[in-house]
């Protein structure tokens, strides 16, 4: 059974700081990987993908990806606090995007 | 504005109803999602269209049925849903079957009554 896994949360952190979010898979065939956010009442949105091992930035977005352990990770430098949201881990295999619950962040003035 | 749009936003059914969501994108994708999201659970995936030809049902109870007429449009018809079916539904769309960025729209949020 694919799955994946995100702390709920929330994590919170102060302005300005880093904000670290964590997703595990179970599927080693995965072979693409997205985040997106969502705001309180509104749909998934869209930041960053990512396809191969290491990091990807993306302005203050860093998606890190590591097949060997399973896991991708997401970093927001200078977190704001239109930051908080709950950040959805998605990973694909074959025609099927599973999404893990999600981590509440809320990054506090 | 993400390309994606859904209509109705919200709506209030009885559970002897029968009501249609719509979904209409105008990125030029070729495949088409329905995902369900219920308070405190992932986003769970129903169907996907590829080209119009339905290549996923997920074990989705007959109460809910789909319709993809074309390649940039796509329905969900209801009926005799039960309040356990309440929740946020989700359309989406992306270039291929094959999954690159999904784009989704704004959702209609159904409660049954």
């Known amino acids: 059974q694919k799955e994946v896994e995100q702390n709920s949360g929330p994590l919170s952190v102060p302005e300005g700081a880093i904000a670290s979010l964590n997703c595990t898979y179970s599927?080693?065939?995965?072979?693409?990987f997205f985040w997106y956010r969502q705001y309180s009442g509104k749909s998934p949105e869209l930041i960053m993908s990512?396809?191969?091992?290491g990091d990807k930035e993306d302005g203050r977005f860093t998606a890190q990806l590591n097949k060997a352990s399973q896991y991708v990770s997401l970093l927001i430098r200078d977190s704001q606090p239109s930051d908080s949201a709950t950040y959805l881990c998605?990973?694909?295999?074959?025609?099927?995007?599973?999404f893990g619950k999600g981590t509440m962040l809320l990054v506090s003035p | 504005e993400t390309g994606v749009t859904q209509t109705p936003r919200h709506l209030v059914m009885g559970m002897t109803n029968k009501k249609s969501l719509k979904c209409e994108q105008h990125?030029?994708?070729?495949?088409m999602y329905w995902y369900k999201q219920s308070a405190k659970k992932p986003l769970e995936l129903m169907f996907v269209?590829?080209?119009?030809?339905?290549?996923e049902n997920n074990s989705v109870p007959s109460r809910f049925s789909p319709e993809c007429p074309n390649s940039s449009h796509l329905f969900l018809h209801l009926h005799t849903l039960q309040p356990e079916d309440s929740a946020l539904y989700l359309c989406?769309?992306?270039?291929?079957?094959?999954?690159?960025?999904?784009?989704f729209g704004q959702g209609t949020r159904l409660t049954v009554v």
């Open positions: 989406a769309s992306s270039k291929g079957s094959y999954i690159t960025e999904a784009f």
């Open positions: 599927d080693r065939g995965s072979q693409s």
């Open positions: 990512i396809y191969s091992n």
């Open positions: 998605a990973v694909e295999l074959g025609s099927t995007l599973t």
């Open positions: 990125l030029g994708h070729n495949a």
């Open positions: 269209y590829s080209l119009e030809e339905r290549v």
